[in-house]
T-cell receptor, first 112, second 115 residues
Framework: NAGVTQTPKFQVLKTGQSMTLQCAQD?????MSWYRQDPGMGLRLIHY???????DQGEVPNGYNVSRSTTEDFPLRLLSAAPSQTSVYFC???????????FGAGTRLSVL | AQSVTQPDIHITVSEGASLELRCNYS??????LFWYVQSPGQGLQLLLK??????LVQGIKGFEAEFKRSQSSFNLRKPSVHWSDAAEYFC?????????????FGTGTQLKVEL
């Protein structure tokens, strides 16, 4: 039972580089979300999706892009990484009619 | 908009002592409330949830929480803390909007357990 799988677990980037954080779930969940976690700030919502082909912005969307071409996958793209994007990123998913979100193990990103 | 306040950034308790972590929320309607725990280097694990009904809810690992509407609180408790409970604890409120399930988190409480 894989649940929510995030890759990679760790990543170091240089300022200006681009990369994609991967998130996949095998529970057929309609909702998927990306959060970032920073010390003293808890988790903040970056982007979310209510189903394939539908995405929307959360609390801190600037500098990030998402797409949802399948129910299973919800990648997060950093087009030009900045040091301010150094953080731990969590992906979560849930069923449409169930309010419990399931989290992946996270991706630790450092931007130098 | 909803918000969650966890007033205690750090808490230290002795093993075997009781624990209470505070959480206050702001939300216009009846909230869905959660407590998550995060061990070092790990993801978030759901401890317990409140949707409706009995205001005292039981969770995993011996934790419980009480919803008090009059105080807008959802405090987490454990009668006897174990060293393995050392972790960071997050309270969250759920907002089911037309745009999907959104969780708003508090800033977390770091629990240290002294042996």
């Amino acid at each position: 039972n894989a649940g929510v799988t995030q890759t990679p677990k760790f990543q170091v980037l240089k300022t200006g580089q681009s990369m994609t954080l991967q998130c996949a779930q095998d529970m057929n969940h309609e909702y998927m979300s990306w959060y970032r976690q920073d010390p003293g700030m808890g988790l903040r919502l970056i982007h979310y999706s209510v189903g394939a082909g539908i995405t929307d912005q959360g609390e801190v969307p600037n500098g990030y892009n998402v797409s949802r071409s399948t129910t299973e996958d919800f990648p997060l793209r950093l087009l030009s990484a900045a040091p301010s994007q150094t953080s731990v990123y969590f992906c979560a998913s849930s069923l449409r009619d169930q309010n419990i979100q399931y989290f992946g193990a996270g991706t630790r990103l450092s931007v130098l | 908009a909803q918000s969650v306040t966890q007033p205690d950034i750090h808490i230290t308790v002795s093993e075997g002592a009781s624990l209470e972590l505070r959480c206050n929320y702001s939300y216009g309607a009846t909230p869905y409330l959660f407590w998550y725990v995060q061990s070092p280097g790990q993801g978030l694990q759901l401890l317990l949830k409140y949707f409706s009904g009995d205001t005292l809810v039981q969770g995993i690992k011996g934790f419980e929480a009480e919803f008090k509407r009059s105080q807008s609180s959802f405090n987490l408790r454990k009668p006897s803390v174990h060293w393995s409970d050392a972790a960071e604890y997050f309270c969250a409120v759920h907002a089911l909007t037309g745009g999907g399930n959104k969780l708003t988190f508090g800033t977390g409480t770091q629990l240290k357990v002294e042996l």
